[in-house]
């Protein structure tokens, strides 16, 4: 219960779904924890709902100056950062690479990769002057592996799948004692599948079942801790056996 006892964590997207698991898993081992979301309502409400060791600051993760007063926030209200996951990211319209349109590919680029650079530069910033801490990038087996019509989103994944292993290498060249690693979900038991879906995402997984978000949450308590201590760089498939197919 207390494996993250003592630290600061901010979860991006951490309203609902996978960050909202991975949230009250970090609350559960004993972090303090920031919650982000453009959606205010939703915000506090999931705050309260995960007890008085969280906040919520509204943020949109592609703009600068949000994570600029995220990271200020967390400071002002903690006293310091330790943890920072990437989270939040938005699915695209479902439609062939020919017929994509300039203004959806970049919203998705804009959220799911830009915003986790952002994420990835202020949380080492600030981590490197007060002592190191560990960077999780939530990235997704669509950025191992490519699909039809998803082309933005297997971009941006991808795209976050290598930011992660350059950022890692900057931290240990530059001697900053910050972990950067990436997480790769599979089928998870989310708003984001239809429910009518879910048995059908669960055939398609080996185990027979989709995941749950704190699934995710777990293994990323693993990753926040100092348990972890030896591990950057690295890539964490998390996905019932679909990728070992």
Not at 94 to 121: A, M, P, R, Y
Not at 173 to 183: D, F, G, L, P
Request: include cysteine; glycine fraction near 12%.
């Amino acid at each position: 219960m207390n494996r993250l006892k003592n630290k600061i964590a901010i979860v991006t997207g951490g309203t609902q779904g996978i960050g909202k698991g991975i949230a009250k898993c970090f609350v559960n081992e004993g972090a303090k924890v920031v919650i982000t979301s453009p959606t205010e309502t939703k915000g506090k409400k999931a705050a309260d709902e995960l007890g008085e060791n969280v906040i919520y600051v509204k943020q949109d993760v592609s703009k600068e100056d949000d994570w600029k007063n995220v990271i200020s926030q967390t400071l002002d209200k903690f006293g310091g950062l330790d943890i920072v996951v990437n989270n939040a990211g938005i699915a695209p319209k479902l439609v062939s690479i020919d017929k994509e349109t300039l203004e959806d590919w970049n919203k998705v680029i804009s959220v799911d990769l830009t915003g986790t650079f952002l994420g990835v530069k202020h949380g080492m910033a600030t981590m490197a002057k007060n002592g190191g801490g560990s960077i999780i990038n939530i990235s997704s087996i669509e950025g191992l592996i490519g699909a039809p019509t998803v082309g933005p989103y297997n971009a941006a994944k991808g795209g976050v799948r290598l930011l992660t292993k350059s950022a890692a290498l900057d931290a240990t060249t530059n001697k900053y004692n910050v972990r950067v690693n990436s997480v790769h979900p599979g089928y998870i038991d989310t708003d984001i599948i239809p429910e009518d879906q879910k048995t059908m995402y669960g055939n398609l997984t080996p185990m027979g079942h989709i995941g749950t978000p704190e699934d995710i949450g777990m293994l990323c308590v693993y990753l926040a801790s100092d348990e972890s201590k030896f591990v950057t760089g690295s890539e964490f498939v998390i996905d019932g056996g679909v990728t070992a197919e």
